[in-house]
């Protein structure tokens, strides 16, 4: 859907500005959280932690008379746990047209351009 | 029944406050002062409260003060800077940050993890997930300027 509207720059020019409103799709699969059956599954990642299984967390013991908490097996962990840091799955996010951070960063990045414009038009 | 006077508004009080080391002047005294309660009545509940607690380990405090002096408070679990600077073994987080500054300290997701479980027990984390508290304490974590790895 375009809209158009004149109005006058700082500077004094009269422009026009065409806004063009977005139509973001949302497709049926965009409520479903769960991978769809038929995808293919996910190459299982090899994870190898810093922390071997059985040593003491340091500092996490906050009480007279408790004791760090032991790392657990690389396994014992939730899937999810090893996603929070790792950059391809933070990459597949962004890139994803269906997810917030797309549009947070696509977001970001058109504010950077119209400020970069902006600044340097004064 | 005799008539109820309006009833005053309670005020809130937030504070963090060593465990088991309470009443200096400075932070709890005059705070608590103003609004008419006794440092020392406070004082003592604290610490009787946090005795199971290492002793100065940073605890946050949220004291309900009402229209007639009377005071309730709440404990929750120390700050998560706190737990990610011990167990990055740090005293203090980055001075500054980002892409040409190094790391001060290094944090695994087990470790993480575990700070996770503990925040959890907070009365604000109720409607969280566990994987969303732990991608808060990262956040935190890229904060101070210390690196999370696997």
């Not at chain 1, 065409?18 to 299982?44: L, Y």
């Not at chain 2, 740090?90 to 892409?99: P, R």
């Amino acid at each position: 859907m375009l809209k158009s509207f004149t109005t006058t720059t700082v500077s004094g020019v009269r422009t026009t500005l065409v806004q063009q409103t977005r139509w973001i799709q949302v497709s049926a699969r965009a409520f479903n959280v769960k991978e769809d059956a038929g995808a293919a599954p996910k190459a299982k990642r090899t994870v190898v932690s810093s922390v071997p299984e059985g040593s003491a967390l340091k500092g996490l013991n906050y009480m007279k008379d408790g004791k760090d908490p032991l790392a657990l097996a690389d396994s014992a962990y939730p899937e999810w746990l090893w996603d929070i840091v790792d950059p391809e799955v933070r990459a597949a996010r962004v890139a994803d047209p269906l997810d917030k951070k797309h549009h947070k960063e696509a977001r970001r990045q058109r504010i950077k351009a119209e400020n970069f414009i902006r600044d340097k038009k004064t | 029944m005799s008539k109820k006077a309006p009833a005053a508004a309670a005020s809130l009080l937030r504070l963090v406050v060593p465990a088991g080391k309470a009443t200096p002047s400075p932070p709890i005294g005059p705070a608590l002062g103003q609004r008419g309660v006794k440092s020392m009545d406070f004082c003592k509940q604290f610490n009787d409260r946090t005795k199971n607690v290492e002793p100065g380990t940073p605890l946050p405090v949220i004291i309900t003060v009402k229209g007639d002096r009377t005071f309730t408070f709440v404990t929750k679990s120390p700050p998560t800077s706190f737990f990610l600077k011990r167990a990055a073994g740090i005293e203090k987080g980055a001075t500054s940050i980002g892409k040409e500054h190094p790391f001060v300290g290094k944090v695994s997701l087990k470790q993480v993890y575990e700070i996770a479980k503990i925040k959890q027990s907070d009365d604000g984390m109720g409607h969280l997930s566990l994987k969303g508290i732990c991608s808060g304490v990262v956040g935190s974590a890229r904060s101070m300027g210390i690196e999370v790895v696997p």
